[in-house]
Nanobody, 124 residues
Framework: QVQLVESGGGLVQAGGSLRLSCAAS????????MGWFRQAPGKEREFVAA????????YYADSVKGRFTISRDNAKNTVTLLMNSLKPEDTATYYC?????????????????WGQGTQVTVSS
């Protein structure tokens, strides 16, 4: 079983950058694909990015492609989401999640463990 804790959220101006981190506990962290999702006020939670269990494959939502980068360090049990060129529409609570297997998935139902979320606010 994996437990997840996100950090790194905050307030940033449009065009700025933030780095979100997800610290995982549990000895099986490296077995799972990891993902980031976000939920804006009044909207459904949506997929942002995912990375395979070894980090060899990544996948991004079209809305963040080219601006966000997901990475992982299995030795440190961490997953990072680097967010550049932030836009006001990126404002949301961001959640880290652990998949049920090693391959990349984008559906929320395919993620078994979720963090508590970290707030990102981008001002215009």
């Amino acid at each position: 079983q994996v437990q997840l804790v996100e950090s790194g959220g905050g307030l940033v101006q449009a065009g700025g950058s933030l780095r979100l981190s997800c610290a995982a506990s549990g000895r099986t962290f490296s077995s799972y694909a990891m993902g980031w999702f976000r939920q804006a006020p009044g909207k459904e939670r949506e997929f942002v990015a995912a990375i395979s269990w070894r980090g060899g494959s990544t996948y991004y939502a079209d809305s963040v492609k080219g601006r966000f980068t997901i990475s992982r360090d299995n030795a440190k049990n961490t997953v990072t989401l680097l967010m550049n060129s932030l836009k006001p529409e990126d404002t949301a609570t961001y959640y880290c999640a652990a998949g049920r297997a090693g391959r990349i998935v984008t559906r929320q139902v395919d993620y078994g463990t979720w963090g508590q979320g970290t707030q990102v606010t981008v001002s215009s």
